[in-house]
């Protein structure tokens, strides 16, 4: 029976039992622990360096209060870089190419960052939903579009992850079943196939870590403009 190339998208399965939970901790697993020692090995200290090159770079422009949000975005940071990597091996499950799973990430972050706005400067919360200068007759449009732009922002976070890994998972395949096909009829043309999945696979580790970068840092800016 021939599979569809959407089923790899589909939450695996033991016994009835959704692995997707597997998925989600395997990664915190796979993390070095820190050390109580004075001097750590080389591990630990790259991860200490990308840990606190990445935060200098994502709260450069965020205000101090906003640095409170530090250790909730490094950490989701690590964890989607770490889900979109482990799902380019073989034989895995990517849980990010799950709408739902990256909206569960997106709608309670962005909701949090609007509440902050609301409750620490309402005026200026509100004052986004109408630029300054704005003619009387615009304003009742300007101010539907600014909301509804307002609202689709959570949607957007979560449909940019999910379309980026779905689309790159799925070029991977077909041009690794193209090779596959070829190979007995015309190799050459095989080994060139072959080659270019071979430099799409290093895009796509590219892609996989860009992705969760730009989640976070779009979040770093919701926060920014509600700080």
């Known amino acids: 029976m021939t599979l569809s190339f959407f089923d790899q998208f589909m939450s695996p399965t033991l016994l009835g039992i959704p692995l997707i939970a597997l998925a ?10 820190p050390s109580s020692r004075w001097m750590n090995n080389r591990l630990l200290t790259l991860q200490s360096w990308f840990i606190r090159q990445f935060t200098q770079q994502i709260f450069l422009p965020v205000n101090i209060p906003g640095h409170k949000w530090a250790i909730l975005l490094t950490s989701l940071m690590l964890f989607l870089i ?59 449009v300007l101010i539907i579009i ?24 799925l ?38 870590m860009i992705q969760a970068y730009v989640f976070v840092l779009l979040l770093s800016l919701y926060l920014q403009e509600n700080v």
């Not at 509804?148 to 999910?162: E, H, N, Q, W, Y």
């Not at 015309?186 to 196939?193: D, E, K, N």
């Open 24 to 33: 989600l901790t395997l990664p915190w697993i796979l993390l070095p622990q």
């Open 171 to 208: 070029l991977i395949q077909l041009i690794a079943t193209a090779a596959f096909v070829l190979l007995p009829i015309m190799p050459t043309t095989a080994i060139l196939t072959s080659i270019l999945l071979f430099l799409l696979t290093l895009l796509e580790v590219a892609v996989a």
């Open 82 to 140: 770490s889900l979109n990597m482990l799902g380019l091996l073989p034989y895995t499950f990517t849980p990010t190419t799950q709408l739902s799973l990256n909206m569960a990430f997106a709608v309670p972050l962005w909701l949090a960052t609007v509440i902050i706005g609301l409750r620490n400067q309402p005026t200026h919360a509100l004052g986004h939903l109408l630029p300054e200068g704005t003619p009387t007759l615009l304003i009742p």
């Open 146 to 169: 600014e909301t509804i732009s307002l609202f689709i922002r959570p949607l957007a976070l979560g449909v940019r992850l999910t379309a980026n890994l779905t689309a790159g998972h």
